[in-house]
Every structure is written in structure tokens, then in C-alpha cells.
């Protein structure tokens, strides 16, 4: 049986690295639960040859499909992270850039409305272990946010209501949390690179004032509340905690228990605790 159409629900997703059977999985966590409007938080990867586009394509045809989905209705969204292609994707740029028929990367500091919610994109971070990484193939120094973007991003923040700010870094509070709880956080510890970027998203997230900052990087399922921002950090790939949905009607938020809906996601925050 097809699920209900959802219009007024976002599906975020945690990174996904470059490997279609994540995307497909996260794709179909969405699709299956009737969400058909998806946010990706970073490094994503899956663009930069000839094929990709197609290749993108057919994973969200075949997934609409075993789901009875209209696949016209998919509109998949995607920031930049740390592991991406910056000879392909241009952070600097200052409107959304199709890169599929369904797939839209949002460059730094672009701000649209979907579903219900305006939602501010800001990728970025650094990558703690460039130094094994060769430029210009796996490592590219774009992937850190400049003055200017942060500039650009400020000055979107402030021109009108943030619901939700979407990024790959966190803020440095958060940070520092995530490395209370051990992880993936703990290898960019003393990297000065990254601390400056936290420093910026800061800055970024006390001029938006989000209702919400919803995150990947740090590969960690978390939920926090932050100076009276609710935070959501997404764990990775086809792991739990990879897929959070936020119902814009009544600012539920829930997590995706898997690929199917069972009917046991597990809610973070809803109506009675807004």
C-alpha cells in the first residue's frame, strides 16, 4: 500500500559519501513514509562525471516506483560539505544549482521556503585529515567557509525569519558536546581549520536565530537545545539517526527507525514540548 503524500514534511539526511546504496536507502526512508521534499547536509559526492545525473535519476525513479510515488514530486536538496568535488560545485555561487532533473545543490548563504518552513543553507567544514588527502583530488581548500560567505550568510539570516538553518559544521557549543559523547567528533579536536569555521557558523546561527540547526559531519545521532535553538545531528549513511523528519504543520520532529515504516520512529520534540 502507497504511503499518504506528505507535503507538509522534510526529510533530512546525514552524509552520505558518495555511495549511491545511500542515497537510495535515505531516499526510500523518505518516499516510503510519504515525504517527497529531502534536504542532504553534506558531503553528498554524487555529480561529477557524465553519468551521475542519470544515475541519480534511476535510484529515485525505482525507489518512487516500489513506493507508487509520483516522481514528479520529488524535490531532493543537497549542501555542500568537506568530502565533495570543488572543481564541480561552486560554494560561491548565488542561486541553486540543478544538478539532476529532481537534485538541487544549495550553494552557501541561499535560503528558499519548502514545505512550510524557510530554510537557510550554509555548507562547509574542514577536513581534519587532509593532510593524508591530495589537493585537488580529495581535499580542496574551498571546502572552508570564507569572510565573504559568511558575509553573504549573515546578510540572508537577517532578511526575514529563519526556521530552519541547514548545515555540514556545527556550531562550536555543539561541538563541544558531540565530544562529550566520544565518535567521530573526537578526530577534529585541535584543528584550527575547523575551530575557525565553528566560529563562523556561530556567528551565523545568533544572526538567523533559527527555530532549528540541523547538521552532519560529526557522524553522531544528538538531539540538543542550544540557546533556544533545537539541534538535530544526523548520524551517517544507512545508519539510524541518518534520516530526521520534521512535520511543518505542528514542528514534530521524529527519527527515521529505518528503511520501512513500522510505525516505531522515534519523536524528538513535538507540539507539547514547542
Not at 503524500?5 to 552524509?15: K, Q, R, S, T, Y
Not at 544538478?99 to 567544514?125: K, N, Q, W
Amino acid at each position: 500500500m502507497p504511503a499518504a503524500l506528505d507535503p507538509c514534511a522534510i526529510a533530512f539526511v546525514g552524509d552520505i559519501h558518495g555511495k549511491p546504496a545511500a542515497f537510495e536507502h535515505t531516499l526510500a526512508t523518505a518516499i516510503n513514509r510519504g515525504v517527497i521534499t529531502i534536504v542532504q547536509v553534506g558531503d553528498f559526492w554524487i555529480y561529477d562525471g557524465p553519468k551521475e545525473p542519470a544515475k541519480l535519476e534511476r535510484i529515485i525513479t525505482r525507489v518512487c516506483h516500489d513506493a507508487r510515488m509520483d516522481t514528479a514530486l520529488v524535490d531532493y536538496r543537497f549542501i555542500d560539505g568537506n568530502h565533495e568535488n570543488f572543481d564541480w560545485l561552486t560554494p560561491d555561487a548565488t542561486d541553486p544549482v540543478p544538478v539532476a532533473e529532481h537534485v538541487t545543490y544549495m550553494p552557501r548563504g541561499t535560503r528558499t521556503r519548502l514545505a512550510g518552513a524557510d530554510i537557510l543553507f550554509f555548507g562547509g567544514a574542514s577536513s581534519a585529515d587532509r593532510e593524508h588527502r591530495t589537493e585537488g583530488k580529495t581535499w580542496w581548500p574551498a571546502e572552508n567557509i570564507t569572510d565573504d560567505q559568511l558575509t553573504r550568510g549573515m546578510d540572508a539570516a537577517v532578511a526575514g525569519p529563519v526556521d530552519v538553518l541547514v548545515t555540514h559544521e556545527t556550531t562550536t557549543a555543539v561541538f563541544d558536546k558531540l565530544c562529550t559523547l566520544g565518535g567521530h567528533a573526537l578526530d577534529k579536536v585541535d584543528d584550527p581549520a575547523g575551530d575557525a569555521n565553528r566560529a563562523k557558523l556561530d556567528q551565523l546561527t545568533s544572526a538567523a536565530q533559527p527555530r532549528a540547526l540541523v547538521h552532519g559531519h560529526h557522524h553522531t545521532r544528538h538531539a540538543s537545545i542550544h540557546d533556544g535553538v533545537r539541534v538535530v545531528s544526523l548520524s551517517l549513511e544507512k545508519a539510524v539517526g541518518s534520516v530526521t523528519i520534521l512535520d511543518t504543520t505542528d514542528w514534530t520532529w521524529r527519527v527515521a527507525s529505518g528503511r520501512r515504516d513500522t510505525g516505531d520512529d522515534m519523536i524528538l520534540w513535538n507540539r507539547a514540548s514547542a
